[in-house]
């Protein structure tokens, strides 16, 4: 595993790839943080790295050009179960700019009465930002449940739909 280090505006960006894929993107302190990195080599040269850092700061700086999905352009292989797999997958449909709650995911993933499990695996999301979670908020509206705090997700989403 490949890793590199971002300074963001929400603060330091752990972004971890294999020679094609992303594999994993954590601000510092965010829960299910990888706290061992041994074996993995810092390597800021690995192209998935460059192009996914390339996109960040563009995206940080409100001068990203995404496609028609609204989705980056970084090919992403995470590690999950099919069910964890089948609910990140929903996460890449939420347009930038708009949230969805819980429950409305579960309903389009097919899974109406899994709405817990539904969150679960949204909490384990091992790409932050670019698997959109932060998309997702409680049945009133309200911001809940962001591995990467709170604050962050209310940054991430006014600057969506600042940009939007």
Not at 6 to 32: R, V
Not at 35 to 49: A, H, K, S, T, Y
Request: proline letters at 6%; one cysteine or more; a neutral charge.
């Amino acid at each position: 595993m490949h890793y590199t280090q971002l300074n963001s505006p929400l603060g330091s960006i752990l972004i971890a790839a294999d020679t094609a894929h992303l594999k994993g993107l954590w601000f510092e302190g965010q829960k299910y943080e990888p706290d061992n990195l041994d074996g993995w080599i810092c390597n800021p040269d690995n192209p998935v790295l460059t192009n996914t850092a390339a996109q960040l700061h563009r995206y940080f700086a409100g001068q990203f050009n995404q496609s028609a999905t609204g989705a980056f352009n970084v090919n992403i292989a995470p590690n999950g179960t099919p069910f964890q797999q089948q609910v990140w997958q929903g996460l890449l449909t939420i347009p930038r700019g708009q949230t969805i709650t819980y429950g409305e995911l579960a309903s389009q993933l097919g899974k109406p009465s899994a709405v817990r499990a539904v969150a679960a695996a949204i909490g384990k999301n091992p790409i932050s930002v670019i698997i959109p979670c932060h998309r997702v908020v409680g049945a009133n509206g309200s911001l809940t449940g962001y591995a990467g705090g709170l604050a962050r997700k209310q940054s991430l989403l006014e600057l969506e739909q600042s940009d939007h």
